[in-house]
Nanobody, 125 residues
Framework: QVQLVESGGGLVQAGGSLRLSCAAS????????MGWFRQAPGKEREFVAV????????YYADSIQGRFTISRDNAKNTVALQMNSLKPEDTAVYYC??????????????????WGQGTQVTVSS
């Protein structure tokens, strides 16, 4: 089993920045791509970003392209999401995820192998 624990959420004003972190424990995450999803109140959970295990390729949702950056440290089993120029519509619970699906296909995923418990991000206008 794999446990994913997020941290770094909080309240920020529009235009500000936050950095989310996700630490994985349990079995090794080799060959698992890692990424982030989010769910806003009253909406379905949606893909945000993913980074592949081996080559570190990254894929982003159009809505956050150019504002968010995903990174990972395989040696430490961690993944981070740097969020800049935050907007009120970025308000959501952000979930760390791990799955073996090709990174380019994460945008259409509704479920993954492992989920974190989620961390709240609130952007005030």
């Amino acid at each position: 089993q794999v446990q994913l624990v997020e941290s770094g959420g909080g309240l920020v004003q529009a235009g500000g920045s936050l950095r989310l972190s996700c630490a994985a424990s349990g079995r090794t995450l080799s060959n698992y791509n890692m990424g982030w999803f989010r769910q806003a109140p009253g909406k379905e959970r949606e893909f945000v970003a993913v980074i592949t295990w081996s080559a570190g390729f990254t894929y982003y949702a159009d809505s956050i392209q150019g504002r968010f950056t995903i990174s990972r440290d395989n040696a430490k089993n961690t993944v981070a999401l740097q969020m800049n120029s935050l907007k009120p519509e970025d308000t959501a619970v952000y979930y760390c995820a791990a799955d073996k699906t090709y990174g380019s296909l994460w945008y259409r995923k509704v479920d993954v192998d492992y989920w974190g418990q989620g961390t709240q991000v609130t952007v005030s206008s």
